[in-house]
């Protein structure tokens, strides 16, 4: 929503106020929409009683393949049976070699998981969910997962088209950073923002 706001208040006021929404022509097979929320759903899962990193490090393959079946299967019911397993074997590969890429992180806990905030802004209240906050030596970051290509220029720039980061650094008292998390096959990594430039090797920190 906040993002439609700052792009184009009248889109924002159909989309969200009015309820109106673009027709789309119906298909079995899932959106993008759809398989990120299945990554999302999967990762919330696999770390809700992991929150170490030594802890997150010793997620099974078993246990990814398994998780990752059962959230495919739920979401993906109208999909033919070959599709579901092939979208099982590709979003376990990538949660797989996600884990692989916290590996190579310092040190950290996680705190939160899909928590829900509220931000206010010119009198409009705005709800968000942080996908994950972890602590770091004693600096708290939030963590945005991100399936889909991530454009950072349009999250910084004075001519802002992206707002997440920004909103979820105005809501969320005491943070030092807020990153993108981009879950890909062949370059994972995270970027964003922070106020210390040290937090993290693994961390991509673009000036602010």
């Given amino acids: 929503m906040l993002k439609d706001q700052i792009n ?4 924002s006021f159909a989309t969200n106020r009015l309820g109106l929404q673009a027709s789309e022509t119906p298909s079995d097979f899932p959106g993008p929409l759809e398989k990120g929320i299945v990554v999302h759903e999967v990762l919330a899962r696999l770390f809700a009683k992991r929150h ?20 495919v ?15 099982i074997q590709r979003i376990s590969s990538l949660i797989k070699t996600w884990i ?7 040190p950290f806990d996680v705190i939160s998981l ?4 509220r931000l206010e802004l010119a009198g409009i ?10 602590k770091v030596g004693e600096d708290l970051i939030l963590i945005d997962y991100k ?5 950072l220029s349009q999250a910084g720039s004075d ?6 980061l920004a909103a979820y650094a105005l809501a969320i008292a005491g943070l030092k950073g807020t990153f993108f998390a981009q879950l890909d096959k062949e370059k994972p990594k995270l970027s964003g923002f922070s106020t210390n430039d040290n937090l993290d090797a693994k961390f991509q920190s673009v000036p602010h």
């Fill in 114 to 117: 899909e928590k829900p905030f």
């Fill in 100 to 106: 692989a890429f916290e590996a190579g992180r310092l």
């Fill in 125 to 134: 209240e705005f709800s968000l969910r942080a996908d994950r906050i972890d």
């Fill in 147 to 151: 399936t889909g290509k991530v454009n």
């Fill in 73 to 87: 299967e739920r979401y993906f019911k109208k999909a033919p049976g070959l599709y579901i397993e092939s979208e």
């Fill in 8 to 11: 184009c208040g009248f889109k």
């Fill in 159 to 164: 001519n802002l088209k992206d707002p997440q």
């Fill in 52 to 71: 170490s990193k030594q802890d997150i490090e010793s997620v099974s393959k078993e246990d990814t393949q398994a998780t990752t079946k059962l959230m």
